[in-house]
């Protein structure tokens, strides 16, 4: 009989969650969205579902086998260029450091929207071959997926979501078409700053300029290398009633991958669920050797250093002035590091291929955490409470470490002008001006103060929309609309002109009265 | 031993929600808000919280003495006309039947808007005692409340806690300045109907044009009615530099009657949590003699009607109507009467002055509910999955009917028009039609297919702000601005206005090159 206790809990949760066995299909996106995804999956799988991922035949890291998932693999050549990107951070350092060249600034831009357009041009090719192949397009069918969970930083998940009539989750931050809140929820440029425009909620009127300009830039960027690729698809394989970007922002449910300690506050949407932190979890023990060294540290405490999985090598003058002035201080530091041996490396400093990032996070000897700015890496940091040390390199980590700078849980530094003794300083500062950690853990307690943890609440999404095939309660008309519509251009026209002929009409009448009355003046005179 | 297993579960449920016995200071709107209020203040007492209740002395439904709350009784003479409104229907039918008179129409219309006025002036001129009063002011301050929970469709909540720098969380639908969603977060006119405008997400030109309209004619109300007295109220007592809607507007928590369940998909806010339903309990027992009378019904089942608290009478020809109907039919008749007996009543119909109304419409037997569209009502039949036959009066219910006819959840009359067989042959239609019931009971589980009650969480967020003092990084920074800058009038003309200077210096210097070129060409030849 007292057996029977787990098995009712498990019934009820049963109940609670009214799923079991789901199928789901999953869209990812490769490299680091991939670690994010997989924590996702691994949740849906514990949960008794069926999940099938869709992968490229070269993909670094999703790989064919798993326990947790079935797989499709689709035949591809393309994908992301590791060495180009490995590369990018020298080239921009070289750039800056000579003086900073706006011709060859805009040179390495226009590189890197290329190299973006030709990686959604193999995203169309490899779509193109998905939807060509009868096989894989029967097996989808027949599989009868609850739900397409998708990345939308790639565009396939909407097409199939579309092509069999799914309902669709994302699991997003950056979509084709930007940051995933400019894609579908109200975003007034006076108050909520355009990604890359490194600005906070509180704006003055230039900096309000510069976000509107960098607005139609970013705009003009999507338009030009984005939409053009997914238009011609969608018209290829729908016809010309299908429009790209309509299929996706229709999407049932936005989990996305932050919250409002992490993003300044702003309009939502009432699909879009937070999930910031997610992947995060308490921290485990640390390995033998790992914990003796954190331990030796004493009162002084540990310094841990990960520039992420994208950038393999700073170049080697950065590396030595950054090892030197790690040498200099009494704590103890983790650093991971793939390159050569730098030559001023103190015996503080121990260096290590791979860490185990959120246990150290969570070791309560971390002081500081210098970091590259990565949306997973500021999470955990968020998470654990630790102040960052940031180095920002591409992408969205300027922006990142922007918002934990403005929060006052984070110092940036510029890599183009560091040397040692900059470095050193700013590692003294964050580690003992002790407002960079109180802010931190403020952050951290109003993180963790949540009716309902962050991956439960996906999970509870996800499986919502396979419950009750899709969340069409939660998703607006706005999509639907045209530019001129959804903004009342026509509309306000119309009234404006309306007011124009009456306006018009009332002062051609009181003109004619006045015409009349002096004439009968004139006569009367 | 065994005895320890609840005072564990208390001080685990005392850790998870980290607040025992926190000061709240009320500030309720009368009548059927509070109806609504009582039932947060019930669960936060039940919590252990200590709940202080300001009251008008002349207060209908706030008694002085509660186990629940201690009370400040404020003297008041004012408040809500309840002849006025309860005779309001009466009249407004009068002026329907007698032709549709604009005049007349118009007339009451600004009859009601200076009835609100008249109660805005008597609020403000209750806080003015309130802030004179030296006893309640000393008694507010030692309190030391950590938080303020009001109803932002009395202005005092606001006042209280801006003077005392206290936290505010609003228990709101409606507000001084309109539709809660109106008053902080962005509204497309394009998608978001007005309330007042009886229309959908999905809209025509002519219907966005309505919309539209209706929205400058709200606006223009609330810069005529409400904006006047409580920014006098500001100015007086607090100073020019301070504006009273962005007192209003810098809420902590918006906790917001209604869910996408009963509103139309729209923008959201992050410190917007929804909370319909909150007041919904699953349905007790009825009391034995009215569950006879239920049981008796059989096959055939039962209809409720209730027309709510506000409106006491029908006019009699009216009453008469709806009474021979319901004799016509084969289902038993509950009905909230307090009248005259109608002469047509049939034997079938069982008035009462009073009638349990969620235990009622979580009966198994009960197949329509026919009502007057107030929001406790409909979210009940929500809840319940009851559809509804809907006779709208005033203020917000037609548009809460309209929503349920926009989801086939129910079927609205217009009593101007009603007669004995328009009344049954609406009445059979929601009886025999099936997608009413089943279009209610598909929206009742999306409604209680969530992650968290929706009263748990509520009291989640006042304990959350209780904790935190407040909840800032949840709010954003758009009712610090101007009109022009939100709007980022000054940003756009800047940039037309520099583009507009470059295209003439341009084409300045083409005509200049041209000419120069000209006259090259002209001495050549």
Redesign the interface.
Known sequence: MHHSAPLVLLSLLCVLF?VDGGKVLVFPLDGSHWVNMKVLIEELHSRGHNVTVLRASNSWYIKEESPLYNSITIPNTGGFDEEFFGLLINRLLKIKKEGNSIWNRIQLEYEIIMKFKSMYEEMQQMMDRVLGDEKIMNSIQDAKYDVVLADPGAGGGAILAYKFNIPLVFNVRWTIHGEGHFAI??S????VPVPGAELT??MS?LQ??KN??TYFFTQFQIALVAEPIFTSFCLKHFGPNVNYFSLFQDADIWLMRND??FEF???????IVYMGGFQCKPAKLLPKDLEDFVQSSGEHGVIVMSLGTLITQLPQDVTNDIAAAFAQIPQKVIWRYTGPRPATLGNNTLLVDWLPQNDLLGHPQIKVFVAHGGTNGVQEAIYHGVPILGLPLVFDQPDNLFRMEAKGTAKILDLATLDRNVFLEALKEVLHNSSYRENMQRLS??HH?Q??KPL??AV?WIE?VM??RGAP??????FR?SWI????V???L??TATLFIFAFLIIYVIRYLFRVLFKKKVKCA
Chains 1, 2 share one sequence.
């Open positions: 009214g929820a109200p007034p440029l006076s108050y909620d509180k009127f309000r300029v509107v300009l409002f300690t506050p702003r309009p939502t949407m009432p699909n307690r109003l103060d009716p309902m439960d609440r509870f919502f419950r009750n309660h939660l998703r607006t008309q706005s609309m519509e959804y903004h009342s026509d509309v306000i119309t009234l």
